[in-house]
């Protein structure tokens, strides 16, 4: 099995400087890639507290930074829950430095029986969390046409996405769809075979796209950066890598709202709510991998880092 390469690597450790006595969150712990580098670097008293909603990876990740011992905290949990976890559980009241590297790491992507590939024949499953939540199973074969094509569009920019909800619909009306080789199958299908991609699998966006309803990645992502902003320390920094649009947006218009403040309309001339910018965003533009990294690591492709260092409270 694969381990997952970790994205960005260099640039995360820079942005978050990575200093002894300095408590670091991890909040997509995977396979503890990144996790082990900040604990290495952050010598030798620097605390690494790590969070991931899947029981298969922090299995992985505890048994591998298992000798950094007292310095690792690791909880099974939503990042939902960062004030939860940093506070109540790990016992911290404030933190310096917290990453967030979104998505599915590739030993979830690479181990079949979970069900998010198109490559391996497997239930549909999809959920990062197995021991709660809806299964791609069940949203395939009840969501209606609408809601599908809703999602397939929204999530995984699929301009395919209103032909493909129609043949799901069709497909499973015949039997119901319970595999991942019967709904690529149907997705490849779905698309003209002129249109159909060469470069990428015809069926990774959909893919993408009910990964993404099954977990509800989307709805939880801001509220998770606030309340992690929350806990950071001045001068402390986030980081937050993603690998697409979608997200990318959301995480570079919330960097703007809060590094703005203030919340007055634009036409009045003097601020009269007082609230004043509570970071600084420190990449201008996303930080992209390089052409070597791409190479190396071809799941870097679409990843894009965004950093912010709080500088009020
Ligand atoms: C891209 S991988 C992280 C890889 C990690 N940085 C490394 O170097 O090994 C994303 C991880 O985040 C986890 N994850 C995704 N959404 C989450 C959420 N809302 N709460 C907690 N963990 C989440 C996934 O289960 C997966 O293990």
């Known amino acids: 099995m694969m381990v997952h390469i970790p994205v960005l690597l260099n640039e995360v450790i820079n942005f978050l400087r990575c200093e002894p006595d300095n408590i670091y969150v991890d909040a997509n712990l995977g396979d503890g890639g990144h996790a082990e580098h900040i604990l290495k670097k952050s010598l030798p008293t620097g605390i690494l507290i790590g969070i991931d909603r899947d029981e298969d ?27 939860d976890v940093v506070s109540g559980r790990a016992g911290f009241s404030k933190v310096d430095g917290i990453l967030f590297d979104l998505g599915v ?23 990062m969390d197995r021991s709660r939540g809806v299964t791609a199973k069940e949203i395939v074969n009840n ?41 690529s199958d149907i997705v490849v299908s779905a698309i003209p075979p002129a249109h159909r991609s060469q470069r990428i699998h015809p069926a990774t966006k ?25 806990v950071l320390n001045i001068e402390g920094r986030i980081c937050i890598i993603s690998y697409h649009s979608l997200e990318d947006r ?13 919340i007055c ?22 930080v992209t991998p390089s052409e070597e990294e791409v190479r190396r690591n071809p799941r870097a492709r679409s990843a894009k880092l965004r950093a912010a260092e709080k500088i009020a409270n």
């Open 265 to 286: 309309p634009h036409d009045i001339p003097k601020c009269i709510c007082g609230r004043k910018g509570v970071i600084k965003i420190l990449t201008k533009k996303p």
């Open 206 to 230: 959909t893919f993408q796209a009910i990964r993404i309803a099954v977990n509800g990645e989307i709805e939880i992502l801001e509220d998770a950066i606030r309340d992690a902003i929350d």
């Open 250 to 262: 959301i995480v570079k218009n919330l960097f703007r709202e809060i590094e703005h403040g203030c």
């Open 105 to 127: 790491s590739t030993r979830q992507l690479m181990t079949a029986e979970r069900g998010f590939s198109f490559s391996q024949d497997a239930p549909l499953d999809m959920r």
């Open 57 to 83: 990876s922090i299995k992985f990740a505890s048994d591998r930074l298992s000798s950094y011992r007292e310095r690792v905290h690791i909880f099974h949990d939503n990042f939902k829950n960062i004030k």
């Open 143 to 183: 969501f209606d046409e609408e809601k599908l094509r809703g999602i397939i569009h929204k999530y995984g920019e699929e301009k395919w996405a209103k032909k493909i909800a129609r043949a799901i619909v069709r497909e499973r009306g015949k039997m119901p769809v319970d595999t991942t080789s019967r709904l």
